[in-house]
């Protein structure tokens, strides 16, 4: 913090303020900081509402068309399918029919399997992967994006579900799980209606990654009692309570044949995503291998009847369409609080995701994603869901991904794969009586490796320090608690990173830049010199009720500091504060108060407070409040420069 | 948002645009954009703390000092009163002893009055004004706060013990009282001892307004009871249920001596009030007018015998001073929790009170205020109170205000004003016997109508509507349902106006101000005109994940629209975006993705990213993230100016 200067910079930087001033007189002068007539109340309100639940201008396209023409945008605005639809083309279908055929071989056995996670009979998530991708394609705006039953969702819903009724075989587990999903889709379409969808954000980047992972390893690790054939294992989902029931069956509770069965697959799936990793055109490999394990475990257990040697088999999916589930929904009664809770949690959730993902492929695609109707159509889906036996159902990660590296052109590709689950449903379910639990543990092990990104955690630390942190923190929060308690975290961090910013904003003293009329920080150029008699402090955030008081005595703080360290080194002390106001967005009222009572504490040190360029809503707010008579008209400057040029030409003059 | 230019205009741009490129080689180009060397992991994470947790330096002092000069300023630190007292003389004990006398006058009547809307007996009002301001002398730091109990704080206590235990009259609710005094000071401590005072600033200064306009409303019409000698009143707060309460006793409830006395005296003080504020110097008129009334009416109820009329008195307050209550406090069974939430919401407002009054005061004297001394001062007092039958104290606006004006000194006029209660305790409590509860009633009501500050809400409105909103929130909410809906409303109000800054920054298009080098908003400066071929976008905020996507959205949007505009007028469409970055305080990782996104949608449109002015953490991220490759060094510049010019240069060579 020491940036003393000797007599000769003295001089320097004074003859150089000068011929600033001589230049400056000429041009920047003539320009005064401009005060725009006030806006008319109701329009201001009507701007501010405007841009902060209709940022993306939803309406744009309908100005200035007849009415028969608005009808149709407006039916093609809830089903953009009627729009892109219209330039369908087979070779658009040979893409779709390919990536619908991929993502359904891998859909199936990790519908299957993250029912189980969701402690629902494995019908279930066929039934999800059956009618919510049909719903989306028709109402979805995104193009990559696979819609079905998704890891961590299932997991949620499973540990919310079960805190609530711990028996998961009764039925009024089943009505709750339907009951949430209902409200999962009405919180969805709610925000839509609403358009709060901006409130999604809030769940930062950093957080998803870290709440991601750590469901990835505790998903993980609730396999090892498919994969261990442990029959007597932990409701619990935290680490410590896993381990101590995986440890305490070492000696009775393990079956090596599921064991020997489960390795022998998972590593089979991970070699092959090892091989699509290194090659990206083998990804098929890849996404066919869940399959064909499937597949094969089945045929095997079939074979060597080893169910009856310990290992535990699927033995039962019911065989058939969704049946109708609308009566099973509790409206009323004890469980429709809960319901609601664990829905609106689960269809935040849901949404975040499926958002993160439809953003991710729009963005590499470079096509426009409209964030509204993403959750019109998750809303709907899930309700209709919820009426047809249905969970929730959001985008997947790893399909979406292998969807789109499959050559997915439109949603088709969904309306593809449910066809084919369909059929499964239809037809196939028999066939999967002797599928070993053990494979689906592999299977979901395989799938959700993919949720640890260990390079984006790295990024993070070298990035964002506070971020890492708050990856950390739902991280372990997920792993050492439970999902809820590392959501939590997550968001109090997230909360606590913004309400910081908007506490404790940065302030940074500005010095000029040699040869030039640019004032810059004097920390990031350290050849940017002071200039005698005056300090120039830069204020780097809206001044608002939450950090008026920091900022005023920040500023005060300078001051003190400077003027001790300008005595030491024999440097013109303080005469005169310049803030420069442009990264000062808006002030509120204790933010005018701060001001004030900046001016007085000033005034009765003998310093002259000088503003530079405050903008419109500030200057509107300085002559609202009469600030600006206080302060001085004259004492208000288009830049740093002009109020440096002017008061160095009346130092001159005296 | 018309801004079309007709060719002339565009050539004459142009040609500025050339000669400020060719003046600025040769000075602006020289410098590059600062990336100062990182910072070591530790050092930056301890300046971040000390600044959000030590922005004041308190150790500052303490620095380069003998161990025995440390100790003697740790216990000046503990007790300002040692380092003050030592350049105290006579003339500052005159003031201080006149202002004493003053503000007791004026507290005692008070005291008795507050008590009653705490529920408790009036002896205990008294209490609180005789420990409390004594304990504030020797701790606090501000000079013309008067300490004792006031209205708000009194009135949020009533309504919450009686929600708690409804039988004010039971020992429970006196033992919960000073339960929850003792949390109160807790909190207090606790705020001061994990430095975070910086939490009273989130109540902002319009919700405070608005929320102590609400409970001097609320406050008067409890007095409606003493003021019209109802009996039978109701026990909720609402205007609504009030008023029912008043209509409903017209008949038979109203007592027209009580009347009598009461508006006479309520007529009497608010006459004082008017007179006092017209002429500065009769000031001590008002400030003695509440003594005057309770004698005068004691006096005359005891001639006249009025209460065998039916005029309530206060008919007995207990001799002596307070009792020990040390074993009252509930530090376990049923109470206790009750007791500490209590405890922490009176707390919190006692402390926000005490804050705002000692802010303004040594803002108007310019002296400094150490709010973790206030804090610290106010949770002993409390802690101590509790302890000896005293409930929450904190600073009265309205005391303070008259002990300011009758020229205090000190803190010494709190103790003047200690042992003149002292004194009423011990030898004249007897005499008030005979004191009618209507002027109570008027004192209070006379009180709290300087809580109503109708002056700052007009302010509201003109500078800032949604403080408008905030202050219109917590008035309504404590008028129509509660003090702590009230003040919830004030808080949430606040919150989402923080959210709301940071969810949906603002964005604006620059121009160059023409004869100068200067961009400035073209909505702000209407002669400011834009360049051909280029955009220039500043974003006003820090670039955080709540707000990350919304920038890069409205950035393409603004694109999208500016193009569409210049094609109509056939001004050159846009080829490169210059985002001026000086504002964007901060980066995190989501807004170094949306700037990567931003990056590949424009390319996919041909038009060219450049960056102008990042300051020193957001070039440290963009270094870190390897985003500076993928833009291209070459493509940050110093100042819009620099990016202007370069681009004019590459134009004209191509």
Chains 1, 2 share one sequence.
């Not at 969701?118 to 992967?129: D, E, F, I, K, W």
């Not at 819903?157 to 009724?165: N, Q, R, S």
């Not at 020997?260 to 098929?284: C, E, P």
């Amino acid at each position: 913090m020491s940036h003393r200067v000797s007599d000769e910079v003295v001089e320097r930087v004074t003859e150089e303020t000068r011929s600033v001033h001589s230049s400056r007189r000429h041009d920047g002068m003539i320009h005064k900081v401009g005060a725009p007539p006030k806006q008319n109340l109701l329009n201001e309100i009507k701007e501010s509402v405007m841009e902060t639940f209709f940022a993306d201008k939803p309406l744009d396209h309908f100005k200035d068309q007849p009415a028969s023409r608005k009808f149709v945008l407006g039916v093609q605005a809830v089903f953009p399918i009627l729009d892109w639809g219209r330039s369908y083309n087979l070779s658009k279908f040979k893409g779709d029919l390919v990536a619908g055929l991929t993502i359904a071989s891998l859909s199936i056995p990790q519908d299957i399997a993250y029912a189980k996670l969701a402690n629902l009979q494995p019908q279930y998530g066929l039934y999800v992967s059956f009618v919510a991708p049909l719903v989306y394609a028709f109402m979805g705006s995104s193009r990559d994006i696979a819609i079905g039953p998704v890891s961590v969702v299932s997991l949620l819903l499973g540990t919310m579900l079960t805190d609530e009724i711990s028996d998961y075989k009764s039925h009024d587990y089943l009505r709750l799980a339907f009951t949430a999903t209902f409200f999962a889709g009405v919180t969805q379409m709610a925000l839509a209606v609403f358009r709060l969808g901006f409130l999604i954000d809030f769940l930062s980047h950093a957080a998803i990654v870290g709440f991601l992972a750590g469901a990835a390893i505790t998903i993980a690790l609730q396999q090892l009692k498919g994969l261990l054939g442990i029959k007597h294992f932990t409701t619990k989902t935290d680490i410590i309570s896993v381990m101590h029931s995986v440890w305490s069956n070492v000696h009775h509770g393990w079956n090596w044949q599921t064991i020997v069965i489960g390795l022998a697959f998972l590593a089979f799936i991970l070699a092959t995503k090892y091989l699509a990793k290194k090659n990206k055109k083998l990804f098929w490999v890849s996404a066919l291998s869940p399959l064909v394990s499937f597949i094969l475990s089945t045929f095997f257990v079939y074979i060597t009847r080893a169910d009856k040697k310990g290992v535990a088999i699927v033995s039962h999916i019911e065989k058939g369409v969704n049946p109708s589930s609308a009566k099973e929904i509790f409206f009323s009664g004890k469980y429709l609080g809960s319901g609601i809770q664990i829905g609106v949690i689960a269809g935040l959730i849901a949404l975040t995701e499926a958002v993160a993902i439809g953003r991710t492929f729009a963005s590499v695609k470079d096509y426009p994603l409209d964030g509204n109707k993403e959750m019109v159509a998750m809303g709907t889906m899930n309700i209709i869901g919820s009426l047809t036996s249905a969970y929730v159902a959001t985008g997947s990660f790893s399909r979406s991904a292998v969807n789109y590296m499959a050559g997915c052109q439109t949603a088709v590709s969904n309306i593809i794969m449910s066809i084919v689950v369909l059929l499964t449903l239809v037809f196939l379910t028999p066939l999967f009586k002797y599928t070993p639990n053990a494979v689906l543990a592999s299977i979901i092990i395989a799938a959700v490796m993919g949720l640890i990104n260990i390079d984006a955690v790295i990024l993070l630390w070298k990035i964002d320090k506070f971020d890492f942190v708050a990856c950390m923190g739902a991280f372990f929060g997920v792993i050492f608690k439970s999902v809820e308690i590392g959501l939590l975290i997550a968001v109090a961090i997230s909360f606590a990173k913004i309400l910081l910013q908007v506490t404790r904003p940065r302030t940074v003293v500005l010095g000029k830049l040699p040869g030039t009329k640019v004032y810059r920080n004097i920390f990031q150029y350290p050849n940017a010199t002071q200039i005698p008699r005056m300090l120039i402090i830069r204020v780097d955030s809206a001044i608002y009720f939450s950090n008026a008081n920091y900022i005023k005595d920040r500023i005060l703080r300078w001051l003190r500091e400077e003027d001790e360290q300008r005595k030491e080194s024999s440097f013109p002390t303080v005469e005169y504060l310049i803030v420069e106001m442009s990264p000062v967005t808006d002030i509120d009222t204790s933010g005018i108060h701060a001001f004030e009572d900046l001016h007085r504490s000033l005034q009765k040190r003998g310093v002259q407070l000088l503003l530079a360029n405050p903008g419109t809503i500030v200057m509107e707010k300085l002559y609202a409040s009469k600030l600006v008579k206080v302060i001085g008209e004259d004492r208000i400057f288009l830049s740093v420069g002009d109020a440096v040029a002017t008061i160095g030409s009346k130092v001159e003059e005296v």
